[in-house]
């Protein structure tokens, strides 16, 4: 049985850190979009923003050169969206961010070399 897809919630903005400060303004200050986390002076928590339905994280990157998007997908079941994948020859990048143990997820990066967060949920 091949496996669903469906878009996840989260888009993942990562920006080189000489970049980083200009476009948290641009996006809390200029475009004025809802902030899902308040800024607390002090406090490196990564803003995250309302967008259209989904939530964009802005991550600073420390030796990043130009901004990346990041986005996520969501499985309904984990193993099959692997086997899937490897059968297409699509290229695992489970080495670019740690995940937490006991989440059912891995990266891949698409031909264009966009990363994807590949999860499972029982959501679809």
């Excluded at 400060?21 to 607390?40: A, C, G, H, K, M």
């Excluded at 290229?91 to 590949?118: V, Y």
């Amino acid at each position: 049985m091949e496996p669903l897809f469906k878009p996840g919630r989260n888009i993942a903005m990562k920006i080189p850190a000489h970049e980083y400060e200009q476009t948290v303004t641009f996006y809390r200050n200029i475009l004025s979009l809802q902030e899902l986390t308040p800024p607390v002076p002090g406090n490196e928590e990564t803003p995250r923003f309302e967008f259209g339905g989904k939530v964009l994280w802005l991550d600073r990157v420390e030796n990043l050169s130009q901004a990346e998007i990041w986005l996520e997908i969501i499985t309904n079941n984990i193993d099959e969206a692997a086997a899937h994948f490897a059968r297409q020859d699509c290229i695992r990048r489970d080495e670019i961010e740690p995940l937490p143990k006991d989440l059912k997820a891995f990266w891949i990066a698409s031909p264009s070399n966009i990363i994807h967060l590949i999860t499972e949920t029982d959501a679809i």
